[in-house]
T-cell receptor, first 114, second 112 residues
Framework: DSGVTQTPKHLITATGQRVTLRCSPRSGDLSVYWYQQSLDQGLQFLIHYYNGEERAKGNILERFSAQQFPDLHSELNLSSLELGDSALYFC?????????????FGEGSRLTVL | GENVEQHPSTLSVQEGDSAVIKCTYSDSASNYFPWYKQELGKRPQLIIDIRSNVGEKKDQRIAVTLNKTAKHFSLHITETQPEDSAVYFCAASMNNFNKFYFGSGTKLNVKP
């Protein structure tokens, strides 16, 4: 158990809909990263938050947005869903300390868009 | 931005043999290179990492080498075992850890 909790584990929805994925980082971790993993694909970096502030953006679509709340949990909002958005969405947290860059991944939220 | 390329995409070895996975990166500012192992249906987990001030690092049967000049780094697994079967991802980041760019993954199959 990595200590990172993601909900829901599975989600099935229709094209055009909007969903919210939730992530609770490990206790004490200030950084949250979101990644998208499509079938048989690598991990595509979406966005990184540190202590409530956006730190870096990757290949995140304009239809997607995220935020990190004062209690450090994060949400990834996906709107106007398309079939191609079907993927496993991972959240990872990190202590963001100078001497360690280890990412602790959650179990992922599997999104299926029909 | 950073581009990390990983080869091969699949690798099949006999138990006891060695396996080598190679990655290249494009941004010379990257200086932290972790490797993650993802077992089927599981989350990725860090297995080893290396920083740019080190050329090689070992941890039991696994080792990572880094060539900063050529901008490539490799994962070496010796005496492979069936439980090493998984997808392995390399990644690159700068010291600020703002972004981690992952390679496309290598599916390693260790045949008993």
């Amino acid at each position: 158990d990595s200590g990172v909790t993601q909900t829901p584990k599975h989600l099935i929805t229709a094209t055009g809909q909007r969903v919210t994925l939730r992530c609770s980082p490990r206790s004490g971790d200030l950084s949250v990263y979101w990644y998208q993993q499509s079938l048989d694909q690598g991990l595509q970096f979406l966005i990184h938050y540190y202590n409530g502030e956006e730190r870096a953006k990757g290949n995140i679509l304009e239809r997607f947005s995220a935020q990190q709340f004062p209690d450090l949990h994060s949400e990834l909002n996906l709107s106007s869903l398309e079939l191609g958005d079907s993927a496993l969405y991972f959240c990872a947290s990190s202590a963001y300390m100078e001497n360690t860059g280890e990412l602790f991944f959650g179990e992922g939220s599997r999104l299926t868009v029909l | 931005g950073e581009n990390v390329e990983q080869h091969p995409s699949t690798l099949s070895v006999q138990e006891g043999d060695s396996a080598v996975i190679k990655c290249t990166y494009s941004d010379s500012a990257s200086n932290y290179f972790p490797w993650y192992k993802q077992e089927l249906g599981k989350r990725p987990q860090l297995i080893i990492d290396i920083r740019s001030n080190v050329g090689e690092k070992k941890d039991q049967r696994i080792a990572v080498t880094l060539n900063k000049t050529a901008k490539h780094f490799s994962l070496h697994i010796t005496e492979t075992q069936p439980e090493d079967s998984a997808v392995y991802f390399c990644a690159a980041s700068m010291n600020n850890f703002n972004k981690f760019y992952f390679g496309s993954g290598t599916k390693l199959n260790v045949k008993p």
